[in-house]
């Protein structure tokens, strides 16, 4: 058993306490990782404000961590104590219904499991005052240490900053793959982007990347346009500068509608508004966002019947284990600046700092170090 200072959500909307708690050695295929650093996401607000229906608690939130393999259990192979490795909330295992189908990158093998908030064995790794704690989303990244399965770590090269790269482990690969993977889009298409946090701005640069002509950026906070603009936006939005709905400004301003949009908020109204500005016969709109419990999406069957296309994508559709070493190289050559996401850095004792700038709006991403 080893000490690890954490942050641990107790209760659904309270504060993050730090504390020091125990964490059992890996076991069967599992491994010991040091997280370094760690972004924090909408997501991780969206599971401590009690609105996710897999939220559990108390337990160890962060999922967009970077890390050092600390200790192996047994059985593991593919890492090893002093790897440097980004954790993965979608695993890939490459043996399963899903990694074989060639047609996603969602994976079965520790699914089940990680939604339930503990290790594929049934069990957690977590415990503080003798009372176990939940994992989250397969990887727990705001605490010092923290257990993950080995087929949720994607090894990258040792001279990869881990905290920068660690945005690499959701909110950039996010925003890119969805363009890039997900909807693929091409050279000379139009694209609105709805909300400009870590997703949407990653988005932004994703359709940059190919070679979109027209990316409009839309949100309600102004303060977002000018590094929307600095990441290739072509047309910066605020809704609430219109009487009508967004997606008719949307619509007269592109000659009919865009080929492609992404939803990046987790508004059930704005997703409406994404797909309803597509044009017609091949717009194709891209959630993103995450909605609560019991939120539902609709729209009229006429939008679809006339050939726009609603669909979704987690994690961008980027597979960790094969396809994150490539982000990470990216990054490292400059093609992806995650300087420009990177608003804020901060101790882990300042966590909660960083929940409240985003909630105020006046953060992208906050990289906590440890
Ligand atoms: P964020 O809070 O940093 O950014 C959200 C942005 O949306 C803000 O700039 C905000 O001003 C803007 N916004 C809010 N309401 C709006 C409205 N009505 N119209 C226009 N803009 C509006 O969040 P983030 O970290 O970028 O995450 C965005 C969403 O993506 C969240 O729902 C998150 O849970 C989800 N997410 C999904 C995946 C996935 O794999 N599908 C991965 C990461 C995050
Ligand atoms: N637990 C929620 C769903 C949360 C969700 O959709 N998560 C995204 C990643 S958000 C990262 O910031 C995702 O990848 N989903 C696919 C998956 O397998 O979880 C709920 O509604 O139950
Ligand atoms: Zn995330």
Request: a negative charge; aromatic letters at 6%; proline letters at 5%.
């Amino acid at each position: 058993m080893i000490k690890s200072r954490a942050a641990v959500a107790f209760a659904p909307n309270q504060k993050l306490e730090i504390v020091e708690v125990d964490v059992e050695p890996p076991k069967k295929g599992e491994v010991l990782v040091r997280i370094v650093a760690t972004g924090v996401c909408h997501t991780d607000a969206y599971t401590l404000s009690g609105a996710d229906p897999e939220g559990l608690f108390p337990t160890i939130l962060g999922h967009e961590g970077g890390g050092i393999v600390e200790a192996v259990g047994e059985g593991v192979t593919s890492v090893e104590v002093g790897d440097h490795v980004i954790p993965l909330y979608t695993a890939e295992c490459g043996q399963c219904k899903f990694c074989t189908s060639g047609k996603t990158n969602l994976c079965s093998s520790v699914r089940a499991t990680q939604g339930q908030g503990v290790m594929p064995d049934g069990t957690s790794r977590f415990s503080y005052q003798g009372k176990p704690l939940y994992h989250y989303m397969g990887t727990s990244t705001f605490s010092e240490y923290t257990v993950l399965a080995e087929v949720s770590l994607a090894k990258i090269p040792k001279d990869a900053p881990l905290d920068k790269v660690c945005l690499l482990g959701c909110g950039v690969t996010t925003g890119i793959g969805a363009v890039l993977n997900t909807a693929k889009v091409e050279e000379g298409a139009t694209v609105a982007i709805f909300g400009l946090g870590g997703i949407g701005l990653a988005a932004i640069l994703g359709a940059t990347m190919a070679k979109a002509s027209r990316i409009i950026a839309i949100d309600i906070n102004p303060e977002k346009f000018e590094i929307a603009r600095q990441l290739g936006a072509t047309d910066v939005v605020n809704p609430k500068d219109y009487d009508k709905p967004i997606q008719e400004v949307i619509v007269d301003m592109t000659d009919g509608g865009v080929d492609y949009s992404f939803e990046c908020i987790g508004n059930v109204n704005v997703m409406r508004a994404a797909l309803e500005c597509c044009h017609k016969g091949w717009g194709e709109s891209v959630i993103i966002g995450v909605a609560g419990a019991g939120e539902e999406i609709c729209t009229r069957p006429f939008q679809l019947v006339t050939g726009r296309v609603w669909r979704g994508t987690a994690f961008g559709g980027v597979k960790g284990r094969t396809e994150l070493p490539g982000y990470v190289e990216k990054a490292q050559r400059g093609d992806i600046p995650l300087d420009v996401f990177i608003t804020h850095n901060m101790p882990l004792d300042d966590i909660n700092k960083a929940f409240d700038l985003m909630h105020e709006g006046k953060s992208i991403r906050t990289v906590i170090h440890f």
